[in-house]
């Protein structure tokens, strides 16, 4: 045993754990440089959403009655006013969403106009006991929750006729959205009460809506390739094609209990079950670019191991002295490519970014291992490999459900073909094979 080459080999590998350990420094400041840019977009989003209209949730059309009635007591009468409502028998939504994008320096964030092309059958029968009670007003509710994304040329119509459209709903615990008024003779004309509306949205990267009726059906389209469909029912059916979707969504009274879920928040002011009973979609982008940047930064130390660990295995297979320095040097090289794919990438998109970053920063390694070897094959060689590793890097970035996957199984190629080179090397002589073990 050669003592003197096992105490070199010990030390510098101590050194390049220490190099590992250094280089996560600047990985860490470049990681919350990321998370900052983030924030910043996000920032400019809700900031854009206080500017235009911010995410939709539409609730109806629901049929809202206020009336009087009279209370003998003590032979006095007194006149009580209350309220009621009425949800539709059955309910059609069609929504139609057409996206597109608001910049604000460099950030920008994903809008949509829709136009919800809406129908339906209110069971009037149903209020016909109020035909003894003073009614009021009547209206035809559409809750709306930021009624600045409404469009002028929306469109309502009751019995086939055009109603005239109204800001504000009336009830205290639905303020925000839009009323049509009716005459009390629609309610007693017919048993039922036929109703269409084009109602014209703007909104940002979300639109959900609530199931009133006690049977509804929802269709949605856009031309958007990300959908997650959100709220406590899923579609049934969802078709998500190149650079657009559909998806269909059916409920009843059966699986929403809205009669009563609805009543709680009119009558008593408990309104969070019918926030959060919603069917809908939100436009996302899962693998953004600055998504795309953490994820890659949290590769980083995989890569930085690789690399030197290459570098180490070259010097002790070559037996050509590497200094520390020259260690530190490719790591900040490294370090270096994460910067420049935040910085690009928020001018040039990821892919483009990630191409650039990549080659400069394999070719300068490589440039720089063949003056190091003095050897431009090894250079050239080191770099196929860095650029076959950045290409598998890319992979798994853009996977949103395989990431995992692919992560695990790259470690476990690379820690294979890192056992196979150097199952033969003599650790504690010489970098020659140690033929005696292999007898």
């Known amino acids: 045993m050669n ?10 590998f101590g050194m390049l754990i220490g190099l590992i350990i250094l280089l996560m420094i600047p990985m860490i400041m470049i990681e919350e440089l990321i998370s900052e ?38 032979s006095t009468v007194s006149v009580i006013k209350e309220n009621t409502f009425l949800l539709p028998e059955k309910l059609n939504i069609h929504s139609a969403l057409d996206t597109f994008e608001k910049f604000r320096s460099i950030y920008k964030a994903t809008l949509y106009r829709s136009n919800n092309t809406i129908s339906g059958v209110f069971k009037t029968s149903d209020l016909h006991i109020l035909k ?10 559409f809750g709306i929750s930021d009624i600045r994304g409404i469009g002028l040329d929306s469109v309502v119509k009751v019995a086939g006729e055009d109603a005239k459209i109204l800001p504000g709903t009336g009830v205290k615990r639905l303020k925000e959205g839009v009323h049509a008024p009716l005459e009390s003779a629609h309610l007693f004309a017919s048993s039922e009460l036929s109703f269409s509306a084009d109602i014209h949205l703007q909104g940002m990267e979300k639109l959900a809506i609530s199931p009133l009726g006690r049977e509804t059906r929802v269709s949605m389209t856009a031309d958007w390739p ?11 059916t969802s078709n998500i094609n190149g650079d657009e979707f559909s998806a269909n969504w059916q409920a009843s009274y059966f699986s929403t209990n809205m009669q009563s879920t609805f009543e709680s928040c009119i009558l008593r002011s408990e309104c969070g079950d019918l926030t959060e009973r ?9 693998v953004d670019h600055y998504l795309k940047s953490h994820r890659a930064v949290n590769y980083a130390l995989l890569v930085i191991l690789l690399v030197v660990a290459s570098f180490f295995l070259l010097e002790m297979v070559r037996d050509e002295p590497i200094h520390p320095v020259q260690y530190g040097f490719v790591g900040l090289a490294l370090a270096i490519f ?5 910085s690009l990438s928020e001018h040039l998109g990821f892919g483009l970014a990630y191409v650039i970053s990549s080659f400069a920063a394999t070719g300068l390694l490589g440039w720089y291992v063949s003056g190091v070897l003095k050897s431009g094959v090894m250079g050239v060689y080191y770099f196929a490999g ?6 598998l890097l890319y992979g798994m ?11 695990s199984l790259m470690c476990f190629i690379v820690l294979s073909l890192v056992m196979i080179l150097t199952r033969k090397i003599n650790w504690y002589g010489s970098t020659k094979p140690n033929k005696e073990r292999d007898q």
């Open 3 to 12: 003592n003197q080459n096992k105490e070199k080999i010990g030390v510098k």
């Open 132 to 141: 003894d009670q003073r009614v009021t007003s009547v209206s035809l509710v």
């Open 386 to 391: 860095l650029i076959m590793l950045y290409s």
């Open 226 to 236: 990300h959908p997650s469909f959100v709220g406590t029912y899923l579609p049934i």
């Open 397 to 407: 970035l853009g996977a949103e459900d395989y990431a995992l996957l692919m992560g």
């Open 338 to 342: 994460y910067l420049l794919l935040i």
């Open 37 to 74: 840019r983030s924030n910043m977009q996000k920032q400019v989003q809700q900031e854009i959403a206080k500017s235009s209209s911010a995410q939709q949730r539409l609730v109806g059309p629901f049929i809202y009655v206020e009336y009087e009635r009279d209370i003998e007591r003590q």
């Open 278 to 286: 919603t069917m809908g979609v939100a436009l996302v982008d899962p």
